[in-house]
């Protein structure tokens, strides 16, 4: 199931022959709220509810995904991880980590699928990723309970300002690099857990322009979502709403010979196979 918001409210989503259909959750106010009470939520709404009940509900309408809203608004932290594809490493220049390269995001820079940004620097860079979405959360989380402690996927965008990322160092400014005004779009719904089997498959994509800059299956992952999910909760308390970065592949910009970066004028789109496409025009 696909949960997304929509005129200001929150809607149930199907796709069909690529087409998208909903129809309006009127019991609660927004997806914030929803997740605040993500097991009520299951219990009541969610069981034994497929896409077909969506699809055939007497008041499902066509959605214009130009108009899909920001989906969460009040995550408490952003935690996101650095180096974390196979091949990233490799045109990063950096060795396989131990452990998750923990970062933060600040939640100032959230952003909704139809996003833009005015850049201040000649070297903001693109980078899409897979977002993890807590439900009930919790501390130290083992990993055989991920699932339920998780609500489901959103696709991301981790855009960094690469001059500042380094201004005293190799990576020393990760957090201010990559949280921006609107730098961390999301969306452009949560898939839910139950409705993914295959996640490992799927393909996560990067175009500029239209031109493919990313291309490379979830499962090159070096640490999957249960492990960081796990992993963070060891140290910090996850909140429902939160939300996880889990890293981006290869094909940045920063990462090719010669180096590209965003300039006004430019559409950077991020595309999940069954999570959606989410895009931010640069000014």
């Known amino acids: 199931m696909r949960i997304g918001m929509y005129e200001g409210k929150p809607v149930l989503i199907t796709v069909h022959n690529d087409q998208l259909w909903g129809t309006n959750l009127e019991t609660y106010k927004d997806l914030d709220e929803i997740l605040a009470n993500w097991v009520d939520f299951q219990e009541t709404f969610l069981v034994n509810l497929t896409d077909a009940d969506v699809l055939n509900n007497d008041n499902a309408r066509l959605l214009a995904p130009e108009k899909l809203e920001q989906p969460i608004k009040n ?5 996101a991880i650095g180096f974390n594809y196979r091949d990233h490493l490799k045109e990063m220049d950096t060795s396989l980590p131990k452990q998750p390269n923990v970062f933060n995001k600040f939640v100032s820079s959230l952003a909704g699928p139809n996003n833009q940004i005015t850049i201040n620097s000649d070297t903001v860079d693109w980078e899409s990723e897979l977002v993890v979405v807590i439900g009930s959360g919790g501390r ?28 005293n160092g190799a990576n020393t400014q990760f957090t201010l690099a990559k949280s921006g005004e609107n730098y961390s779009p999301v969306g452009p719904y949560i898939t839910t857990i139950g409705s993914i ?12 322009n239209d031109r493919v800059m990313q291309d490379a299956p979830i499962g090159q992952m070096i640490f999957d979502f249960q492990t960081l999910v796990s992993y963070i909760s060891s140290t910090i308390e996850l909140y429902p709403g939160d939300l996880i970065f889990t890293g981006t592949p290869s094909g940045t910009g920063v990462g090719r010979d010669p180096q590209i970066f965003l300039h006004p004028g430019d559409v950077v789109e991020s595309s999940i196979e069954t999570l959606g496409s989410i895009t931010t025009k640069v000014n």
């Open 140 to 167: 130290n989380i083992p990993r055989e309970n991920v699932e339920d402690a998780i609500a489901g996927f959103m696709v991301g965008q981790d855009l960094s300002d690469r001059e500042l990322q380094k201004i």
């Open 75 to 79: 995550s408490r932290q952003l935690p």
């Open 197 to 208: 089997s295959d996640l490992e498959s799927q393909r996560i994509t990067t175009k500029v």
